[in-house]
């Protein structure tokens, strides 16, 4: 099972593997899914329902235009989601144009990298970094229990 998030109403929704391919639509609203897994530009009432509703993890990264480290590391970004598709989601916050949601989340500087799963913030770092680095470091975090709600960054 796959597991997408629609880009029209942020909903999340479970995709066969098998019916991956053939143009699935959102469960909802049924706009076509966006299974490419391609990071998806969110606003912090996005992540948080998604953060909230997704059964997989899910890799932030909180980047800005002017920063020319974010776009060094843009591309190993894209490539991660593209091959964790339906594994893993993939979001980029601008934290210029969302900077509400970069001080909830404490974020102090760019780029940065925040992993959460099963509705907590897991891990997080900062910093020029390679794809194989971050993947390595998702299946690390990812496997690990979830903090306490009343540690830092909780979504909860």
Known sequence: ????????????????????????????????????GAPQAVDGAALAQAIEGSPIPILVDYWATWCGPC????PAVEELGRRNAGKLLV????????????????IQGV????????????DRRAGV??????????????????????GAGASR
């Open 71 to 74: 776009r060094m590391v843009a």
């Open 111 to 122: 780029p940065a990298f925040v992993l959460f799963h099963g509705g907590r913030e897991v």
């Open 1 to 36: 099972m796959a597991i997408y998030r629609c880009g029209g109403c942020s909903s999340i929704n479970r995709v066969a593997d098998e019916r991956v391919n053939d143009g699935p639509r959102c469960g909802r609203c049924k706009a076509q899914l966006d299974t490419t």
């Open 91 to 106: 979001f980029k916050v601008d934290v210029d144009a969302n900077s509400e949601e970069a001080r909830r989340r404490r």
């Open 129 to 150: 970094t390679s794809r194989a680095d971050l993947e390595r470091w998702i299946a690390t975090r990812a496997a690990q229990p979830a903090p306490h709600a009343s």
